[in-house]
C-alpha cells in the first residue's frame, strides 16, 4: 500500500500533509540540514572518548559517544564503551545505541548487555557489506554444536553459548545464554538481526520494516520493566536511529495522537543523547513514510510463512558477492582528533558516517578518498584513518517506472503477501539455509585472506625498516665524516 492509496481511504493527517508537501517539493535535503544546524548548538563534551586510553576503542574517529550519556562500565580493563543511553521519557522508551564491536571490544559489549540488563540486541547490518567489514562477529557462530557454541570473555569474566537460531527471509533471531563465570548466574539474550538494510541506503519495503519492528516488540525487548534494548550497525547512529525514530514515533502517536506528533522534534530529542541519528535525507524519508504507514495500518503480525514472501529484493541479492559501488561523496566531517587504535583483526572502509557535529567542536571538510580505508585496525603499529562523514544532501533517486510520482512511496510491490517464490516452504528453508552456510564459509575465507595480506605486508614493512635503516644511519655517517674531513683540510690550510 503506497502512502497516496492511504490518503484515499481516510482523512490526511497532519503527518501525511508535511510528507507530501516535502515530497513534492523534493526538499528532505534542505529539512535534514535544518536539523543538522540544530545541533551544531549542543555543546555536550566528548572527553573520555577524546583519552588516549579510550581512541582507540572507537570504530570511528568522528562517531563517539557523549559524556552526559555515555554508558559506563562497572568492572573488566576499561570503564569506557562508545555507547549512549537514549531516554524517550514521554514514549517510555530507552535504548542503547552502540557501534557494530570491534574485536578487541567484544568483551566490553556483551559486559554491557549483562550489567544494564539487557533483553535483546537489535542488530542491522551485516558483518560484510560490499566486501568490507563492518562489525566483529561477536557471537559463536553455534555451526558445529560442541565445538564453536561457545565464547569465552576471560577479560570480563562472561561466556556466551549460543542456544538457537530461527531464519526469516530478511531477518535471523538468535538465541543466547550469557553466564559470570564467578558466580554461575546466566540469562537468556534474544538477538534480532534485520539482514537486508543496505549501507548508506532503507529498507527496500515500509513493510517488512514494520513487521521486524512488531517482531522485536512482541518479544518484550522494548518494555520499561526490562532493561534497554541493545541497537546498533556500523557506527550506531545511522541504521540505529531511524529504526529507534520509528518506534519511538509510533509509541507516541498510540499514547497522543498522530497530530500530536512532531517526527523532527522527536529526532532533535534523541539527538541530544547520541550524535548524528538518521544520518541522511533518505532515512529521514524513510522514517517519516513508516511512521505514517505503522499508524495507519498498525504493526501487522509476522510469521515464518509470511515472511518467505515478504523477501526484499537485497534478499535475492549477495551483497557480499558483488564488486563494491563507487564510495558516496563526501560531505562534511566531524573530524575528530582521535586516532582508533588498531587491532590484530582485519578490516575495511566502514561506510557509515556521521551526519553532523553535534559536539563543540568545528566541521572540516573530508575529501573523498581514491580507494577504501581500513577501518578495523588490522595491527597495533597502524592508526585508523577512516573518517566517517556524511553524503551532501541531494536529490532522492528516481521512482521506478512502474510507480507514478504521486505516490510517494519505497514500496517495491504494492501487494506486500504476493507470493515471489515457489517452492515449498520446507524447501526453501533448506536451501536458504545451505546458501548462508555457504556464504558464512566464504566470508570466513576472505577475512582470512585479508588477515594473511596484511600480515605479508607487516612483514615487508619490518623487512624495509630492517634494511634500510641501517643504510641510512651508514650513509649519515658518511656524509658527517666526510664533511668533517673537508673541514679539516681547509682549516689547516688557513
Known amino acids: 500500500m503506497t502512502l497516496s492509496s492511504m490518503e484515499s481511504e481516510a482523512p490526511k493527517s497532519a503527518l501525511e500533509t508535511e510528507f507530501s508537501d516535502i515530497d513534492a517539493k523534493e526538499a528532505w ?31 570511528y574517529r568522528d562517531v563517539i559517544p557523549y ?27 530507552q535504548y542503547i545505541l552502540t557501534q557494530g564491536p570491534l574485536p578487541s571490544t567484544t568483551g566490553h559489549f556483551w559486559l554491557m548487555i549483562w550489567e544494564q540488563k539487557c533483553k535483546a540486541i537489535v542488530m542491522l547490518n551485516k558483518i560484510i557489506e560490499k566486501k ?14 560442541g565445538v564453536d557454541d561457545t565464547l569465552d570473555l576471560p577479560d570480563v569474566g562472561l561466556k556466551v553459548q549460543h542456544l538457537s537460531e530461527t531464519e526469516a527471509s530478511y531477518y535471523i533471531t538468535r538465541v543466547f545464554r550469557l553466564t559470570e563465570v564467578a558466580t554461575g548466574e546466566s540469562r537468556e539474550v534474544l538477538q534480532f538481526h534485520y539482514m537486508t538494510w543496505p549501507d548508506f541506503g532503507v529498507p527496500q519495503s515500509p513493510t517488512v520494516f514494520l513487521r521486524f519492528l512488531s517482531v522485536v516488540r512482541k518479544s518484550g525487548a522494548l518494555d520499561s520493566d526490562v532493561g534497554p534494548a541493545v541497537v546498533h550497525c556500523s ?47 533518505d532515512q529521514l524519508r524513510f ?4 511512521i ?115 505516490e ?26 545451505s546458501e548462508r552456510s555457504d556464504r558464512n564459509d566464504r566470508m570466513r575465507e576472505k577475512i582470512q585472506g585479508m588477515k594473511r595480506k596484511q600480515k605479508q605486508a607487516d612483514e615487508w614493512q619490518q623487512l624495509k625498516r630492517s634494511i ?19 673541514y679539516s683540510y681547509y682549516a689547516s690550510r688557513s
Open 408 to 433: 510517494g512511496s519505497l514500496e517495491v510491490n504494492s501487494n506486500p503477501d504476493s507470493p515471489v517464490l515457489s517452492e515449498s516452504d520446507d524447501g526453501l528453508r533448506e536451501r536458504r539455509k
Open 132 to 145: 568490507q567489514i563492518k562489525c566483529h562477529m561477536y557471537w559463536p557462530s553455534g555451526k558445529h554444536p
Open 29 to 59: 535535503g534542505v529539512i535534514f540540514q535544518h536539523i543538522r544546524s540544530e545541533c551544531l548548538n549542543h555543546d555536550f563534551t566528548t572527553c573520555e572518548a577524546k583519552k588516549k586510553d579510550n581512541v582507540g576503542l572507537n570504530r
Open 292 to 406: 505514517i504507514k505503522g499508524h495507519r495500518d498498525g504493526l501487522e503480525d509476522d510469521d515464518l510463512d509470511n515472511s518467505e514472501k515478504d523477501i526484499e529484493l537485497e534478499v535475492l541479492d549477495n551483497h557480499a558477492d558483488e564488486p563494491p559501488p563507487l564510495p558516496p561523496p563526501r560531505g562534511e566531517s566531524l573530524a575528530r582528533s582521535n586516532a582508533s587504535s588498531i587491532d590484530s583483526q582485519p578490516s575495511s572502509p566502514e561506510a557509515d558516517s556521521v551526519s553532523e557535529a553535534d559536539s563543540d567542536e568545528s566541521e572540516s571538510s573530508t575529501e573523498a578518498p581514491t580507494r577504501p580505508l581500513p577501518t578495523e585496525p588490522f595491527s597495533e603499529s597502524m592508526q585508523s584513518d577512516s573518517v566517517s562523514s556524511d553524503p551532501p544532501s541531494r536529490p532522492l533517486p528516481e521512482l521506478p517506472e512502474h510507480m507514478s510520482s504521486s
Open 67 to 93: 559524556d552526559h550519556s555515555r554508558i559506563v562500565l562497572n568492572r573488566g580493563p576499561t570503564e569506557y564503551i562508545n555507547a549512549n543511553l537514549v531516554k524517550m521519557e514521554k514514549a517510555g522508551r
Open 287 to 290: 522514517s517519516y513514510l513508516a
Open 235 to 281: 557506527a550506531g547512529i545511522g541504521r540505529s536511529g531511524t529504526f529507534c525514530l520509528v518506534d519511538s514515533c509510533l509509541v507516541l502517536m498510540e499514547e497522543y495522537g498522530a497530530d500530536a506528533v512532531k517526527v523532527r522534534d522527536v529526532l532533535l530529542e534523541m539527538r541530544r543523547y547520541r550524535m548524528g541519528l538518521a544520518q541522511t535525507p
Open 468 to 486: 634500510f635503516q641501517p643504510m641510512n644511519i651508514g650513509l649519515a655517517i658518511l656524509v658527517l665524516g666526510g664533511g668533517a674531513l673537508v
